[in-house]
């Protein structure tokens, strides 16, 4: 439709030109029934509206009244619109890339952009709906905030997906593409921050497009989904589950670094199933030297496994521990604001293997609890609670 409305507007001018006025007349009626019948209501149709606005505006013709002051009102409204639209889906981007900008979007704009689109806040209109939503999804300051824009958003998906064109698509349309994206993104984002329901949701979205046969991007399959993937169903899938994704998706990784993802795959496997020794042997094959964030990853699950394997072996885990140490502090600068985080598993991690008495261990883990969540500290809560708990370590 949208290439369809530029050859229109290039057929006014010349109708125009020619001084033929009725078939100029003709053509913008036809040209704005078919940008209202534009299904996504994309920025380009926002765009070419405003075209036809200025268009109208600046070749009023003898067959019709002169053009008043007031008649440039629709082009600039439109406009508006049309920046208004194409800037919040800017600043939507900005946001998920930590690379929001004062300056490029001060406060005061960001709310005269939302009020300008709010005529549009209705699914009838998909792709200003999908971003009014996504900016405020994104900006929610706490889970629970963001979970009506979630709902909205996801409904919005689902009622998408279940229309007959869509069942067999080989992609979804550009505005649901985009919508997948980010809420996939709010998922990871509040399951990285503590939030089980969203792990769900997250594998939810996966699945979704595993069925649709989306998943992939140019037939291959990004290592950071794979992995992440694998790193929820360790606590919300079953071990088959995890084994079937493997089997299927593996194939379609990078050849370059197939076998440390495999590898760490297998790992996190071996982990569901509490077979810790051959967990911690796949860790151990998994090599990333080259990515410090996945390689502290890895190190963090090999230590795990050592514990699960033999907490009473103190001095293997404190060896562990400090190696681990050294390397975060050698690789301070990729990691960046992740080091905090292990910096913090560490320091519970060595308090957990001074723990000797019963009594011990209930300090820590108050301690623990009033924390900022961090990976890693559900299973550390999950060890301290053993330990105050000697009937249950007994038959744990």
């Not at 998906?157 to 709010?186: C, F, K, M, V, W």
Request: aromatic share 12%; charged share 20%.
């Amino acid at each position: 439709s949208q290439n369809k409305c530029a050859i229109t507007l290039h057929q006014m001018h010349g109708f125009h030109q020619l001084g033929l006025f009725e078939h100029f007349h003709k053509d913008l009626g036809q040209a704005h029934q078919q940008l209202d019948e534009c299904p996504s209501q994309h920025t380009d149709t926002f765009y070419h509206r405003h075209l036809l606005a200025e268009l109208s505006f600046n070749k009023h013709d003898l067959l019709h009244k002169p053009a008043k002051p007031s008649d440039i009102k629709p082009a600039v409204t439109l406009l508006d619109q049309f920046y208004a639209l194409k800037k919040l889906r800017y600043r939507c981007e900005a946001h998920i890339r930590n690379q929001i900008d004062k300056h490029v979007f001060p406060p005061r704009q960001t709310a005269m952009l939302l009020k300008t689109l709010q005529p549009y806040n209705k699914p009838a209109c998909p792709y200003p709906y999908l971003f009014l939503n996504i900016h405020h999804l994104l900006n929610a300051a706490t889970y629970p905030q963001s979970k009506p824009y979630y709902k909205r958003l996801k409904d919005f998906a689902t009622a998408a997906l279940q229309t007959e064109n869509q069942q067999h698509a080989a992609s979804p349309p550009p505005a649901l593409s985009e919508a997948l994206s980010y809420l996939i993104h709010h998922c990871l984002h509040w399951y990285s921050r503590g939030h089980e329901e969203a792990g769900n949701e997250y594998l939810w979205w996966i699945e979704l497009k595993m069925q649709h046969g989306w998943l992939l991007q140019s037939k291959t399959l990004s290592p950071v989904t794979f992995r992440n993937t694998l790193l929820i169903a360790v606590k919300h899938k079953s071990a088959v589950w995890m084994q079937q994704f493997i089997t299927v998706c593996s194939p379609y990784l990078d050849q370059e670094e197939h076998a440390s993802n495999v590898a760490f795959a297998n790992g996190l496997l071996y982990y569901r199933l509490k077979k810790y020794k051959e967990a911690g042997r796949f860790f151990l094959t998994a090599q990333a030297k080259a990515q410090p964030l996945f390689n502290s990853l890895i190190r963090r699950w090999q230590w795990i496994c050592s514990y699960e394997c033999d907490a009473l072996d103190t001095q293997t885990l404190e060896n562990q521990l400090l190696s681990f140490h050294r390397y975060l502090n050698r690789n301070k600068p990729e990691l960046a604001q992740h080091k905090k985080a292990y910096d913090k598993f560490i320091l519970y991690a060595c308090q957990l293997l001074l723990q000797q008495s019963a009594s011990q261990p209930v300090h820590l883990l108050n301690k623990l609890e009033k924390e900022e969540f961090f990976p890693g500290k559900h299973w550390l809560l999950q060890q301290l609670s053993l330990k105050t708990n000697p009937a249950v370590l007994q038959n744990h």
